[in-house]
């Protein structure tokens, strides 16, 4: 038996009116949403509600009629279902993930462990969400009901981005863009693998982070090393594997002083150069003449030298071939999806 189990899908269907587009979505499915809503709003830091106010202006209101659309199927209110969407800026201390970008005889593939808390509930209410526009898909997101933003999803328009989590020095920005939102921005408005490395690069962010992005080409793989305000690009050497944890590889974070330095001991740092070591070692010796099928991919992403004990997700994106896989650890769902 595999240690994994594949997720549920659904679909969106983005022309339809914003009060509509959430109607075909299942009892099942709202209630696992308002599950997650929950468990998520108590890990929000007390008195964060007002932000949701501030994101409503920084974004000029993009988001705020599917906030409240979503709001009104999951029965909650618009502010809950905007923070849920700010999960990263609030609490990005608890959030991991492993990423691999791989050269294939099939094109580049995305493969990476989403890691985040809480894990279980996460696991267990994750889904991918096809978007879809005129009845083709648009852009598919790897999430769960109820969730706007992205944190890793593949696009009709050749390319896919993975967030990573990281901290830096210069901290946050209050007036940044929040990193969930920007992304599905990304996917909402960019036009190619190009493109959409343009709007990662110079948009100023609410938090720091790592942007792993691919496109239709093996060449297309890269990983944006980014604080709030400013983007180092990191390649791979010709066709080895570009592996990503949670640290900036490229990137001189020089701290103004101690205080602003991320501490060896914190959570996020613990294991994240075992695991960048034992994923990159993994695919050492894979040539791009070489397939990589979902089987030997989640092989090494199951592996105790990159798992967590937050594991929540793992994805499998193919841009070349419009794939996406996306599969949870069965230990926390033992019978499946039901």
């Known amino acids: 038996m595999t240690p994994y189990v594949e997720c549920p899908s659904f679909s969106i269907d983005l022309d339809l009116p914003m009060r509509k587009r959430y109607s075909n979505v299942t009892q099942s499915e709202l209630d696992r949403g308002a599950r ?3 468990a998520i709003m108590a890990e929000v830091p007390a008195g964060a ?38 999960t990263y800026d609030l609490v990005m201390t608890i959030f991991g993930c492993s990423t691999l970008a791989l050269a294939t005889s099939d094109g580049p593939v995305l493969a ?35 969730t706007v933003g992205i944190v890793t999803a593949m696009s009709s328009k050749g390319f896919a981005v993975a967030l990573n989590a990281v901290t830096c020095s210069e901290g946050t920005r209050k007036t940044g863009y929040p990193v969930l939102l920007y992304l599905r921005k990304v996917f909402d408005d960019a036009t190619g693998f190009d493109h959409a490395v343009e709007m990662l690069t110079k948009q100023t962010l609410a938090s720091p982070c790592l942007l792993t992005v691919i496109g239709t080409e093996n060449h297309q793989r890269i990983v944006l090393e980014r604080t709030p305000t ?19 590889r490229l990137f001189e974070d020089k701290p103004r002083d101690s205080r602003q330095a991320p501490s060896p001991s914190d959570a996020l ?12 070692s993994a695919f ?42 996306m599969f ?10 039901e």
């Not at 390649?235 to 900036?248: A, E, I, M, R, S």
């Not at 003449?289 to 937050?310: F, P, R, V």
């Not at 949870?328 to 999806?337: D, L, S, Y």
């Open 36 to 38: 997650l809503l929950s």
């Open 49 to 86: 509600r007002y932000l949701a106010d501030g994101v409503r202006l920084l974004t000029r209101g993009r988001f705020h009629s599917e906030f409240v659309a979503l709001a009104d199927r999951i029965g909650s209110d618009w502010r809950s279902v905007t923070l849920a969407n700010l």
């Open 112 to 146: 990476r462990n989403m890691d985040f808390f809480p894990e279980d509930i996460l696991a267990q209410t994750s889904a991918l969400i096809y978007m879809n526009r005129k009845g083709k898909l648009d852009f598919a997101n790897a999430g769960w009901p109820g």
């Open 230 to 248: 400013r983007c180092v690009a990191r390649t791979p050497d010709g066709d080895k594997p570009l592996v990503t944890t949670n640290n900036y």
């Open 269 to 280: 740092y613990q294991t994240t150069c075992r695991r960048f070591d034992n994923l990159s």
């Open 284 to 325: 050492a010796d894979h040539a791009p003449t070489q397939s990589a099928t979902d089987e030997e991919l989640l092989y090494h992403l199951t592996d105790d030298g990159i798992l967590t004990e937050i594991t929540a997700q793992h994805v499998i994106m193919r841009p070349r071939q419009q794939a996406i896989r």
């Open 328 to 337: 949870v650890p069965r230990r926390f769902v033992p019978h499946g999806f």
